[in-house]
């Protein structure tokens, strides 16, 4: 295959000009479409009619499969690890109706039931004999991790606790990215890849869904709470967690690390709609150490650039994260306060790749006109695109509400902007 879409990553990523805007859906669990938006893409680009599979099973996320990466004209591609966030592997897949109707697939170990008002609840690791994990609402379109927190012992709390989800990949889980890494190479797309343990604080793992009976500090107000008033137990945490991040990313990089262009580090959010969840004298203390050292044995022992999620209002924290060395910020929330697109690109242009900020998903994209859609599109490649330094994507998840015309004005206007 081509290796044109790769090298138009590549350009971007070195801050130069490539031939087009490169194009990211689907590559990493916060640059997805839910299932119900895949569904209408593959059938507006008349695409064989199949079930669509459910990829990252917690935001019912769908997989974009290679005809229609095609059709979009997609840059890049994921290499997920061997367990999703309820604990059990993409695999042996079965069929699934939706509760709003879709004819889905999902992986064998993909086990639910009904809660007494109707809720949806699924499994850690597909195991029925464990409390659910998740629970999807009446009406809703994907789950919400269930807190199962114990009432906390300040005499009993033990760092261990926290650490059990994080442990030295084994001979299974490398097979798995060996051979994703097998089936990736050549592929001719920019290939993003995750390992275990680089997440500090990500508040989507904290309720630690993919466990059976989580210790430890699992309530996300608790959490939040011990960021200001339990530091050192977090310190413990982190610093474990970092030792076995370590040892994880040179595992990877043994059996994968020639395919892997960038890597998802951190999905950790600092950011509200209006504000910051800490101070950035908090982030120096509490994270920075732990980004900077795995950040340099990463740059020191691989060509990944490394991936820097985090939503809202984080103008704030853009110079820390140059600092602590990401190359990357997604999903560049334009619209939460202080994150106006022309000053991100003036002040931090040169410095860190903006991957996201495309079109707004809380706002124009499921509730503005085609118009408005094409409008939006043009103005943020207009902004964002020069002289490279910019991946195109939306800002987060592309979700199920998202009407039929409006999505195909998305692609429409980025194909507009590439020349397509």
């Not at 464990?130 to 300040?154: K, L, T, W």
């Not at 904290?206 to 009976?213: D, E, R, T």
Request: aromatic share 10%; net charge negative; with cysteine.
């Amino acid at each position: 295959m081509s290796t044109h879409r790769r090298q138009r990553v590549l350009d971007a990523l070195a801050h130069t000009l490539p031939d087009a805007i490169p194009v990211d859906f689907g590559s990493t669990a916060v640059t997805g479409m839910h299932v119900r938006a895949v569904a209408i893409l593959r059938e507006h680009f008349g695409l064989e009619s199949r079930r669509v599979k459910v990829c990252e099973p917690y935001q019912m996320l769908g997989e974009i499969e290679d005809d229609l990466l095609d059709a979009i004209g997609i840059d890049t591609v994921g290499l997920v690890g061997p367990s999703n966030i309820f604990g059990f592997r993409n695999q042996g897949w079965k069929p699934f109706t939706a509760p709003w109707g879709q004819e889905l697939l999902v992986p064998a170990a993909f086990e639910t039931t009904l809660d007494t008002n109707g809720d949806l609840l699924i499994f850690p690791q597909g195991d029925r004999a464990a409390p659910p994990s998740g629970r999807m609402p009446v009406g809703g379109y994907f789950f919400d991790s269930i807190v199962r927190q114990p009432p906390i012992d300040e005499e009993s709390l033990d760092p261990k606790d926290n650490l059990e989800e994080f442990a030295i990949l084994e001979a299974d889980a490398l097979a798995w990215y060996r051979q994703e890494a097998d089936r990736l190479r050549g592929c001719g797309r920019a290939v993003v890849g995750g390992v275990p343990g680089t997440g500090f604080g990500d508040i989507a793992l904290v309720p630690a869904p993919f466990l059976k009976h989580p210790k430890g500090i699992r309530d996300v107000a608790e959490w939040y709470m011990s960021t200001a008033t339990r530091q050192e137990y977090l310190h413990a945490v982190f610093e474990e967690q970092c030792r076995i991040a370590l040892r994880n990313l040179a595992l990877v990089n043994d059996v994968a690390g020639d395919v892997i262009d960038v890597l998802f580090f951190c999905g950790t959010d600092f950011g509200t709609q209006t504000s910051q969840f800490c101070s950035t004298a908090t982030f120096e203390e509490l994270y920075a150490p732990y980004y900077r050292v795995l950040n340099r044995w990463i740059h020191e022992h691989t060509a990944w650039k490394t991936f820097k999620h985090s939503c809202g209002a984080v103008l704030p924290f853009i110079e820390p994260f140059i600092e602590c060395g990401f190359d990357i910020l997604n999903p560049v929330q334009c619209s939460a306060t202080g994150m106006d697109a022309a000053t991100l690109k003036e002040r931090f242009g040169d410095r860190i790749v903006f991957w996201g900020g495309g079109v707004d998903t809380q706002g124009t994209l499921p509730f503005g006109t085609p118009a408005q859609i094409r409008d939006e599109v043009h103005r943020r490649c207009e902004i964002f695109g020069p002289g490279g330094g910019f991946v195109f994507d939306a800002i987060h998840n592309i979700q199920a509400d998202t009407p039929r015309l409006n999505l195909i004005a998305l692609i429409e206007a980025i194909r507009e902007v590439n020349g397509a």
